[in-house]
């Protein structure tokens, strides 16, 4: 069997004429969660140490908000779902005496609504 193809559909196109560009992509927003971290301010550590700990590892671009209640840091990660497995792998490693709180599913709404 032979394959057949017009020689039309090879014609060239003049240099002024900008190419075709077909957009045909659609970007999905990735799924997006919040995670609450409880930092204890233990009395013999300096106040703010894991903070300043947490806020200088990898983990720091997904701090949203921090609030300070009685002796304890509550903070707000917000990060993709597929990020869970590296953000709680580091949380643990980096910070062991953070509590992990509930992880709740954060809607995205789309931009130009």
């Given at each position: 069997?032979?394959?057949?193809?017009?020689?039309?559909?090879?014609?060239?196109?003049?240099?002024?004429?900008?190419?075709?560009?077909?957009?045909?992509?659609?970007?999905?927003?990735?799924?997006?969660?919040?995670?609450?971290?409880t930092?204890?301010?233990?009395?013999?550590?300096?106040?703010?140490?894991?903070?300043?700990?947490?806020?200088?590892?990898?983990?720091?671009?997904?701090?949203?908000?921090?609030?300070?209640?009685?002796?304890?840091?509550?903070?707000?990660?917000?990060?993709?779902?597929?990020?869970?497995?590296?953000?709680?792998?580091?949380l643990?490693?980096?910070?062991?005496?953070?509590?992990?709180?509930?992880?709740?599913?954060?809607?995205?709404?789309?931009?130009?609504?």
């Open positions: 069997m032979a394959l057949t193809q017009s020689i039309d559909s090879f014609e060239t196109q003049p240099l002024s004429t900008p190419p075709v560009r077909r957009n045909n992509v659609i970007p999905f927003p990735t799924a997006r969660a919040r995670l609450q971290v930092l204890p301010h233990p009395s013999h550590d300096l106040p703010g140490t894991q903070l300043r700990t947490l806020l200088r590892s990898p983990l720091g671009v997904y701090v949203v908000s921090t609030e300070a209640v009685r002796e304890e840091v509550r903070v707000q990660l917000d990060i993709a779902l597929d990020d869970l497995d590296f953000t709680l792998h580091t643990i490693s980096t910070l062991p005496a953070a509590m992990i709180g509930p992880l709740k599913r954060r809607h995205t709404v789309a931009k130009g609504r």
